[in-house]
């Protein structure tokens, strides 16, 4: 019988699809009060549940006729639930969308109305897909059509609505910013070519047809020139009085900040590159070539309209082809940059192989030497002298050699240099603020490991911003790696007489500490644990922590080893199965397959028996006497839910299965409050018998006590797994 919250979700289903059609026919008459426009701003928040939800409801559904899941009450349950609620949430996404359509700066038409309809159309095929699942004409074909057909709405109402929040051609951009041909210089428009497309970039995803946010559209020069709600954006020969300029240049924690926060900022360039055209007040169609050589507007049009070179020129000389390769050595590398190219790049390696006059014998291509590795040598004071005579170097790396501040000094005359790494050395935060300063061409400092902190570090990233600082900062705890869990390395965590205990972890030379009594392990008081010594004989309770030199030691493993000595023959199921929780029949007290009380993992459905208003009642026949002292089983306890240990335990055995004996009675120990959910072993002990038969009765709860919010009513009962010894 449908559940009335069920009920009701299907009404608002209804009456959402009712009118959300009506707003999207009658929009041109409606007016959103002020009261009302936060609920529409809520969507770009609330459209990423749908969407998440949509896409695994419709993946379930298109799989819901396959034979492994066909018959399945639990899947298709939970199908059902789960595209009612996406459905429910993608409602009330388009309700909150069509809400803050009807705000200023959103015109109508174009990708505006597609997204709208794409989105509205979602809803309603959903809405239909959730109707018609149940009825008869709702076949394998008409569900996996309706749901493709389903998700290529979802992907088009997407589509569209990046459109709108990141401009055309927002997915394809890079490949298209990729494939697009650099303008010649001499055909070049000022406008066309250099101010059209920063704001294509930065500016157009709010200020378009679609979207004109502060009726302000930029996409074409009309639209630029009119301005919007707050006036014209420039002054023709006056930066310093445009509106444009001042938004742009606003902090970014100041409101009117365009571009707003979150969304790509300008450049300086940029910035630079605006404030010289409404400087110019040229006109539009300008070409660059025109421009006085000496203007800035052309000077800085040359940057961005020249393409970024695959290899710098070099304007020096090959070197001798003799001089490259008598330099070539077992610990020298001497090669060209690329094919045909003068410059040279040079790696030192083998420590011991080093010399000063390693360096010295270099100065034989000196002009030609742009790349310098001389990682972990040891390099000191002395030889940065003879470096500072590579007048055409462009990077130096020297990470892990023997130098100090006071070397530095000597870098100051490479006016090349780019590219400069002192990663493991011992300069300090006083010598690389004198090298930065007098050294301003610098683009790339690698600090890794060096005596300067991260403050140090902050300031002269603040201080020199042109400069890429790639550095590490003090160490603190939460830098500190911590190892994950140790395992259980075992095939299986049962065993029938002895099982070797075999501990593992994915990271090498870990050591592992463990117990097997309950306590917390720790590095200091817990046994090590070393393959092959520890020998068990009867089910334990393990925990294992993972030390190892440098990292965090893990969090505790926890899991249970059990014993089953004896395996029955046979088993039969002498009662009746919960439908929801069938497992594998009898089958699934010794199938060594475990269940979980997590919800995500098909365990969680597939793994557990379970026994609602009825006894458990199993019979374990065995083709020679076993002589029996203990009945264990592997329980699931929820106390939030109705899943509880059974009240008791009855074991009976016997030669004959039509006279057997009361052998042993336990009752098992009850949560006395609502918790979290656990897995319990239950264990009923009773003097040792023999015997070929032995029968377990297990009795679910029948009245749930008062202290849980289901008090009164039954309990059911969830057993994964028993144990015999």
């Known amino acids: 019988m449908k559940s009335r919250l069920v009920g009701i979700a299907e009404g608002m289903l209804f009456a959402g699809n009712v009118l959300l059609l009506y707003f999207l026919l009658f929009e041109s008459y409606l007016s959103i009060p002020v009261w009302l426009q936060p609920f529409g701003r809520m969507h770009p928040l609330m459209l990423h549940f749908p969407v998440a939800l949509l896409l695994l409801a419709l993946l379930m559904e298109f799989f819901r006729f396959s034979p492994e899941y066909r018959n399945l009450p639990f899947y298709k349950n939970f199908t059902k639930y789960l595209m009612l609620v996406s459905v429910l949430t993608a409602l009330v996404a388009a309700l909150m969308g069509i809400f803050l359509s009807l705000e200023e700066g959103y015109a109508g038409g174009g990708t505006l109305d597609w997204h709208k309809w794409s989105g509205a159309g979602l809803v309603f095929l959903a809405s239909l897909l959730y109707a018609f699942r149940d009825h008869r004409i709702y076949t394998q074909h008409v569900a996996r059509v309706g749901t493709g057909i389903t998700a290529l709405a979802l992907v088009l109402a997407g589509h569209f609505g990046a459109t709108l929040t990141h401009g055309e051609n927002f997915i394809l951009g890079p490949i298209l910013q990729a494939r697009t041909v650099t303008v010649p210089f001499d055909e070049a428009e000022v406008f066309d070519h250099l101010i ?140 060209p940059l690329s094919k045909d190219s003068p410059a040279l790049d040079v790696t030192l390696f083998n420590a011991s192989k080093y010399t000063a006059g390693s360096l010295e014998e270099l100065l034989a291509v000196r002009e030609q030497v742009v790349g310098l590795h001389l990682a972990k040598m040891p390099v000191t004071d002395a030889e940065m002298k003879t470096i500072s005579r590579f007048e055409n170097l462009l990077r130096l790396n020297l990470n892990f050699s023997e130098i100090t501040g006071g070397g530095l000094r000597e870098l100051t005359g490479l006016n090349r240099l780019r590219h400069l790494s002192l990663s493991g050395t011992a300069v300090d935060y006083a010598a690389v603020k004198e090298l930065v300063e007098k050294m301003r061409g610098i683009r790339t400092l690698t600090l890794w490991d060096t005596p300067l902190t991260y403050a140090e570090v902050d300031d002269l990233r603040r201080e020199y911003p042109g400069m890429d600082w790639v550095s590490g ?253």
Not at 278 to 304: G, H, Q, W, Y
């Open 196 to 335: 059209l497309p920063v704001l294509e970039k930065k500016c157009n995803s709010c200020h378009n047809p679609s979207k004109s946010k502060g009726e302000l559209v930029m996409t074409t020069a009309e639209g630029l020139l009119q301005g919007g709600k707050t006036g014209v954006l420039f002054v023709d020969g006056k930066p310093e009085e445009s509106l444009l300029l001042e938004r742009i240049h606003l902090p970014e924690s100041e409101e009117e900040h365009m571009p707003p926060t979150g969304k790509p900022q300008l450049t300086d360039a940029e910035k630079t590159l605006l404030a010289y055209w409404i400087k110019a007040n040229s006109p539009l169609e300008t070409r660059v070539a025109t421009l006085p050589v000496s203007d800035s507007l052309r000077m800085l049009a040359v940057d961005f309209l020249s393409p970024t070179p695959a290899e710098p020129t070099y304007e020096f000389p090959h070197a001798d082809p003799a001089a490259i390769q008598k330099l070539n050595s077992e610990y020298r590398s001497v090669v």
């Open 473 to 725: 900062r003090e160490e603190t705890p939460e830098d500190i790696l911590q190892l994950n869990l140790p395992g259980l390395a075992n095939a299986s965590n049962i065993f029938s007489d002895t099982m070797v205990l075999s501990l593992g972890h994915p990271i090498q030379d870990v050591e592992i500490r463990f117990t097997l009594d309950g306590s917390e392990p720790d590095r200091e008081n817990s046994e090590a644990f070393v393959p092959g010594e520890t020998v068990l004989r009867e089910g334990k309770l393990v925990k294992a922590r993972a030390y190892k030199e440098g990292w965090l030691g893990s969090e505790v493993a926890t899991f249970n080893v059990y014993q089953n000595r004896y395996l029955p023959d046979s088993v039969i199921l002498l009662s009746r199965l919960n439908r929801v929780h069938p497992a594998n029949g009898a089958n699934t007290f010794f199938d060594k397959e475990m269940g979980t009380f997590n919800a995500n993992s098909p365990a969680w459905a597939n793994n557990w028996a379970g026994f609602f208003r009825n006894d458990m009642e199993l019979l374990f026949r065995y083709d020679e006497a076993v002589s029996v002292g203990s009945i264990s089983m592997r329980v699931l306890v929820e106390p939030e839910t109705n899943i509880l240990p059974p009240s008791s335990i009855e074991v009976w055995g016997g030669d004959d299965p039509d006279k057997l004996k009361l052998v042993g009675k336990s009752t098992p120990k009850q949560p006395t409050e609502e918790g979290k959910p656990y897995i319990e072993l239950v264990t009923c002990e009773f003097p040792a018998f023999e015997g070929k038969y032995i029968k377990v009765v297990a009795k679910p709860v029948a009245k749930i006590p008062d202290w849980s919010r289901r008090k009164g009513g039954a309990a059911l009962l969830l057993v994964d797994e028993m144990f015999v010894n």
